[in-house]
DNA sequence: TCGGCTCACACTTTTGAACAGT
DNA sequence: AACTGTTCAAAAGTGTGAGCCG
């Protein structure tokens, strides 16, 4: 569930840490929210991280994932989400460099993400790890599905609140805690424009398996290779096929 | 002409329902 | 009856290239 809370005031909560080797932990009062894949963001924000944004919607990759400390631990509170323009330029790829292309469009209608287990105590936010994972970019801006809205071209970087609240309806009265990392700045693209990033992905992301060999020839080369692992129709092959698959999940299920 | 966007494609992974066993 | 584990089909999600559009 998404709710939109705020209006042009997004930036005046604005925490962005100022060096891009700060620690990838940071405090705020007495509560602490840690960036749980951290050391992926960051091989990503070497190369420069490009997020892809669909009409429909997209999930990021490497997705926001987080673990938060030093909440109390009965009181309720709401975890939430929004992207926040890194700066008022427009960007373009010239000789694989990104560029500045002129000055930013009007931003979007300003949505935040709320954490499906919103709201929960601080017991239950600090036992495991949050994760952000079926949150959606897209650049369609009559978008209702209430998926983060952005502009193709531009840089963003997610900022996490979280809110001392009993429901989302309730956040704008509560007490507001918000944390963000240099190293998930990335920019939204409608189509990979750095070949490193897309390889990066695809060693890291399971879901792009298919296209591991790049272009379409490669669906042609992979077709044939999982043909000749699935026709040979004995059972046991097909077995050891999902015992191999069950075995790599098993480490995931516990 | 060029750069950005959309769509179909063929694949993998995830999810959830149905079923069997304890 | 309740719980746990397994199987299977459907849904969701992925990057790429071709073609469209401004």
Redesign the pocket.
Same mark, same amino acid.
């Given at each position: 569930m998404c709710v939109c809370i705020f209006s042009t005031d997004c930036k005046l909560n604005l925490n962005m840490p100022r060096s891009p080797s700060a620690a990838h932990s940071y405090q705020h009062g007495c509560s602490r929210m840690t960036l749980e894949n951290s050391d992926l963001w960051k091989s990503f924000h070497s190369i420069g991280t490009e997020m892809?944004?669909?009409?429909?919607?997209?999930?990021?990759?490497p997705?926001c994932s987080v673990s938060v400390t030093g909440l109390q631990p009965f009181t309720n509170y709401v975890i939430m989400v929004d992207m926040v323009p890194v700066d008022s330029f427009k960007?373009?790829?010239q000789s694989n460099q990104w560029e500045v292309?002129g000055k930013a469009e009007p931003q979007p209608p300003c949505r935040t993400y709320t954490h499906p287990d919103s709201p929960a105590t601080g017991t239950h936010w600090m036992k495991q790890s949050l994760s952000f994972?079926?949150m959606?970019l897209t #650049?369609?801006t009559l978008d209702q599905h209430g998926h983060i809205i952005l &502009? %193709?071209?531009h840089r963003y970087y997610p900022r996490f609140h979280v809110v001392q609240a009993d429901s989302p309806y309730t956040v704008r009265w509560g007490s507001f805690q918000t944390f963000s990392f240099p190293e998930t700045v990335f920019t939204a693209?409608?189509?990979?424009?750095n070949?490193k990033i897309?390889?990066l992905?695809?060693d890291h #992301?399971?879901?792009?398996?298919?296209?591991r060999e790049?272009?379409? &020839? %490669?669906?042609?080369t992979?077709?044939?290779?999982?043909?000749l692992?699935r026709t040979p129709s004995t059972s046991q092959s097909?077995?050891e096929q999902?015992n191999q698959?069950?075995s790599?999940?098993q480490p995931?299920k516990g």
């Open positions: 892809i944004i669909t009409k429909h919607g997209r999930r990021m990759f997705h960007y373009k790829v292309a994972l079926k959606k #650049n369609n &502009h %193709s071209m693209v409608t189509a990979y424009q070949p897309t390889k992905k695809i #992301n399971p879901f792009a398996k298919g296209f790049g272009g379409t &020839h %490669s669906h042609k992979y077709f044939k290779v999982s043909c692992q097909v077995q999902k698959a069950s790599r999940q995931l």
